[in-house]
């Protein structure tokens, strides 16, 4: 499910595009926002599933690098958002189905990594389920890197870009919305109000300036790693700075340094 704009009529979003588990008891009084790529994981999940994707399909590499240095250099030239929606189009005609898969396998394997989850992130993240507040991601990313990323995390909910499929039951290159920039803010706020929650008790974490709307969203803004424009809005704001350092995941709820 998207955010609710943007969503062409001829097309539909992959089914678990978002993700919820409604929680066994009580009334959450706050909610966490997580942004994923470098804040939850060290990776850039989007390339990383490229990388995968092209060497399920027989690339020895070669393929890889020149597609990921082309989304690099336009992404360099043109709004993130713009760079998102073109990311997608390198799966246009592949079957929806196919898709789920290989990101399963994708993040079986990557979970294994010895640095391949932010821990300090992690470890915020296991704090707020203790305490009873919902979890949310909120990612560029899709359903094929973040529904078994959210499985394993337990999550709430899963805010994401949201390829359409077509009625061949294939992506057809085009998405929905991009959840990237304003538009994740947007979706936390509606995420919010449809908790029933105030804003001011909920928290936000992020990497890249680009998180700056989603952080500027809540009364506890988190930033993770140097960014120089987060790092300064958290200062002013009384938010936090957690550090980027990468640890293994070896079980559920478990992340060693």
């Known amino acids: 499910m998207s955010d609710g704009s943007g969503i062409p009529p001829e097309g539909e979003q992959a089914e678990d ?6 929680p066994t008891g009580g009334s959450p009084r706050a909610a966490a926002f997580f942004d994923v790529d470098e804040t939850l994981i060290t990776a850039k999940s989007m390339f990383a599933f490229l990388r995968h994707w092209l060497a399920r399909n027989g690339d020895d590499g070669t393929l890889y690098r020149r597609r990921a240095d082309a989304l690099r250099a336009m992404a360099a030239r043109m709004p993130r958002e713009e760079g998102n929606r073109l990311y997608y189009t ?14 399963r396998e994708w993040y079986a394997g ?3 990594g010895p640095d391949a989850f932010v821990t300090a992130t ?4 296991a ?14 990313g899709f359903a094929a890197c973040l ?24 992506f ?24 029933g929650l105030a804003a001011a008790d909920c928290w936000a974490y992020g990497d890249h300036s680009s998180d700056l709307a ?44």
Request: aromatic share 4%; net charge positive.
């Open 214 to 257: 989603m952080l500027s969203s809540v009364g506890h803004p988190v930033a993770v790693g140097d960014d120089p424009v987060l790092g300064a809005h958290v200062r002013r704001h009384g938010g936090s700075i957690l550090p980027a350092t990468g640890g293994r995941r070896d079980g559920p709820g478990r992340t060693d340094p």
């Open 122 to 125: 992690v470890r915020a993240l």
């Open 172 to 195: 057809t290159g085009e998405i929905g919305t991009a959840m990237i920039g304003k538009a994740k803010a947007v979706a936390v706020e509606r995420t919010i109000a449809g908790f």
């Open 147 to 170: 529904g078994p990323l959210g499985a394993d995390f337990g999550v709430d909910l899963t805010l994401c870009s949201d390829p359409l499929v077509g009625e061949d039951g294939a």
């Open 90 to 103: 390198h799966f246009a005609g592949v079957p929806a189905a196919e898709l789920m898969a290989a990101g």
């Open 127 to 140: 704090r707020h389920r203790a305490a009873g507040d919902r979890i949310v991601l909120v990612s560029g």
């Open 17 to 22: 595009a978002v993700q919820e588990r409604r």
């Open 110 to 112: 990557y979970r294994k």
